[in-house]
């Protein structure tokens, strides 16, 4: 039986199916990844690691370079459309063969191929907040400013205003945390996607599957550093979600 054959196999004979999503999954859709060789990491942005920019330090300090810099990665999300494997996650999911979709990313794509139950462990652009009177703002209120290089702030109160992105230095929200954790340790399945697994906590989501029992199957471009659990490895989501789509 070859792995593909094998996977859905596994996915049939599931009771709970949880999924587990990173920036690999999105460059199907043309969004760059983190940590690829040509990912956002890969060089520097007007003289800073876009990992400093991408830091809480960083945003209160100098937010008009964050939004200068997150303008093309975050605030063009209409340009970008659901990619294969985001498509066929709904279609699963609205036939009860995954349950829940937990994601690292950012980028609404689960939301926009119509997943039913999507779980933003780092947040999103969809909604953003007043940093001083916490008022809410929502994405295409904040998009259009951005697009035209002014600076978000409060109608309110004129304090600047943060996406609800979690960013480096700041904690993720601990009700989210607790309830992915819940969920990795209920499940017998979960099919890990596109992620390098090498950012914390939720990198280890999904060792906590697999030290309860679960079978983990991860497909991803380049080695994680828990592949050794892995029931099933692949490498090509393309060629897996196709695959998968027709069967399903």
């Not at 876009?50 to 937010?63: A, D, G, H, Q, T």
């Not at 994405?139 to 979690?166: G, Q």
């Amino acid at each position: 039986m070859s792995k593909l054959n094998e996977l859905a196999t596994l996915i049939r004979e599931a009771k709970c199916c949880h999924v587990f999503t990173g920036a690999g999954v999105s460059t199907l859709s043309g969004i760059r990844d983190f940590r690829g060789k040509d990912g956002v990491y890969a060089k520097p942005w007007e003289g800073h690691r876009v990992e400093e920019i991408l830091s809480l330090p960083f945003f209160r300090k100098k937010p008009e370079l964050f939004y200068a810099w997150a303008k093309e990665f975050c605030y063009r999300l209409e340009a970008f459309d659901a990619n294969i494997v985001h498509r066929t996650l709904a279609k699963m999911q609205k036939n009860s063969l995954i349950a829940d979709i937990y994601t690292q990313n950012i980028d609404l794509l689960h939301q926009k191929a119509g997943s039913p139950r999507v779980y933003e462990i780092h947040g999103s652009p969809s909604s953003h907040h007043c940093s001083k009177c916490k008022k809410i703002f929502y994405y295409d209120e904040i998009a259009p400013k951005v697009m035209r290089d002014e600076l978000p702030r409060c109608d309110e109160c004129s304090a600047v205003i943060k996406p609800d992105i979690i960013l480096y230095g700041e904690s993720l929200d601990a009700k989210m945390l607790e309830q992915a954790f819940n969920a990795m340790a209920d499940c017998d399945l979960l099919l890990v996607l596109g992620s390098s697994l090498t950012v914390q906590p939720a990198a280890s989501m999904p060792l906590v599957a697999y030290q309860n029992g679960a079978k983990v199957v991860i497909v991803n471009a380049q080695p994680t550093p828990i592949d050794f659990v892995a029931t099933i490895l692949l490498q090509d989501l393309d060629e897996c979600f196709t695959f998968l789509d027709k069967e399903f």
